[in-house]
């Protein structure tokens, strides 16, 4: 059997589209479909159900799937890691939100290339969650970190970690305002000015529906597109913010802002490490995943 068609085959199997199997084979479509095609007589049975929009695998279809994917991946590794220690070098390309990417994760990863020395190259690059799935799916990237879990079989997500989000503002803000009770305090904080990463409010959205039950009533004063820079026009005295608490973190204990609420459950928000589906069974990319997860039980 032609090992060319055992690896479109994969491909489709965990794309689930032939277009999407074409794009990271570099292929066109009608080559991925006589391909399979192929496959499928070769084999006299059918492997995919054809939909609307993209494609099911069948009974055979998946145990071949099961059977193949992991022999063909091994062969990847080889062919792609050569047989010298000079062309041993593996790159990871990791994608995923600016802020969480730069203050957890690739600190984390730059040490495990700096603790083993094993030629473990790193790039980086920053984006919204369906820009990052999107790329890690098309094969831009190894791996992700997504606030969004991937639907369907060609992505797979695990847990990462928990942010908790805090309500913050310059103190003279806090002054102003006056103490908030643990069950309320919505209406204290109305038509007050507030830092946003987007007009439309979606950290403080997602803060007031969780803790007040009900819609934010204030204005978005300055909007920018970085969680970092919200702080540092919090801090300034912009007007109040809702922020992961492990970025503003060291802010709060210079008490260059303070928390204006602690409610008894603060709202959260699941970070997930995605990667296509059997990329693990690559070992740059199995061991990166790992020590992400290690180093998320320290992150509090």
Not at 17 to 41: C, D, K, M, N, Y
Not at 98 to 115: C, G, H, I, V
Not at 237 to 250: E, F, I
Request: glycine fraction near 8%.
């Amino acid at each position: 059997m032609d090992l060319a068609l055992l690896r479109t085959f994969v491909t489709v199997h965990r794309a689930g589209s032939f277009t999407r199997a074409a794009a990271l084979l570099g292929l066109s479509q009608p080559a991925v479909t006589s391909q399979i095609r192929t496959l499928e007589r070769q084999l006299g049975r059918p492997l995919f159900l054809r939909q609307a929009r993209g494609v099911t695998p069948t009974t055979i279809g998946d145990e071949l799937a099961h059977k193949a994917a992991p022999h063909l991946d091994a062969l990847v590794e080889i062919t792609e890691s050569g047989l010298d220690e000079e062309s041993a070098l593996r790159t990871l390309h990791l994608a995923g939100p600016p802020e969480f990417t730069a203050e957890r994760a690739l600190p984390a990863l730059t040490e495990l290339a700096a603790r083993d020395g094993q030629g473990f190259a790193l790039r980086a690059s920053f984006g919204t969650a369906e820009d990052t799935l999107e790329g890690l799916a098309a094969g831009h990237h190894d791996l992700a970190i997504s606030t969004a879990r991937p639907r369907g079989a060609l992505l797979t997500a695990s847990p990462l970690c928990d942010e908790e989000h805090v309500l913050v503002a310059a103190p003279r803000w806090a002054e102003r305002i006056g103490a908030l009770p643990l069950d309320g305090g919505a209406p204290a904080l109305e038509n007050l000015p507030v830092v946003e990463v987007h007009e439309s409010l979606p950290f403080v959205s997602r803060y007031w529906a969780s803790v007040f039950d009900s819609c934010p009533a204030v204005a978005g004063t300055v909007i920018v597109p970085d969680l970092r820079a919200v702080l540092a026009c919090a801090s300034a005295g912009a007007g109040l913010a809702v922020l992961p608490r492990y970025l503003c973190g060291p802010a709060l204990d210079r008490e260059e802002i303070v928390l204006l609420h602690d409610p008894l459950v603060p709202p959260l928000r699941i970070y997930f490490l995605v990667v296509r589906t059997g990329s693990l069974a690559l070992p740059h990319v199995a061991r990166a995943h790992e020590w992400l997860q290690r180093a998320a039980t320290r992150w509090s």
